[in-house]
């Protein structure tokens, strides 16, 4: 029931710019963490860019400089702004959430129960 919508891929000349939206669909209690990775093949997921909803952020060295994450709570979405954009940024990139759901017990206080949700992936093409 629970899923991320992405968008914004496509392709884009070296040295452009693209913008990737991803927001969570569906109902949860809370987003933990949101965040962008990518895979080519032959290569391993590696992180892109990740927020938290306290708004720290990490990004991946290849990345550092280049893309900017930001989050909106209210929405449960989450932005990829990229730019200087370089034919080794060619992948499909993944958002992920970790996502919060409360639980309730027959014995016991309430307590959070935390999923991870990935999206289906959207291709980034960067390419003359």
């Known amino acids: 029931q629970v899923q991320l919508v992405e968008s914004g891929g496509g392709l884009v000349q070296p040295g452009g710019s693209l913008k990737l939206s991803c927001v969570v669909s569906g109902s949860i209690s809370g987003v933990n963490h949101m965040g962008w990775y990518r895979q080519t093949p032959g290569r391993e997921r590696e992180l892109v860019a990740q927020i938290s909803s306290s708004g720290a952020i990490n990004y991946g060295d290849s990345v550092k400089g280049r893309f900017t994450i930001s989050g909106d709570n209210a929405k449960k979405a989450v932005y990829l702004q990229m730019i200087s954009l370089k034919p080794e940024d060619t992948a499909v990139y993944y958002c992920?959430?970790?996502?919060?759901?409360?639980?309730?017990?027959?014995?016991?206080?309430?307590?959070?129960?935390?999923?991870?949700?990935w999206g289906q992936g959207t291709q980034v093409t960067v390419s003359s």
């Open positions: 992920n959430a970790e996502v919060a759901e409360m639980m309730y017990h027959t014995r016991g206080p309430p307590s959070w129960r935390y999923f991870d949700v």
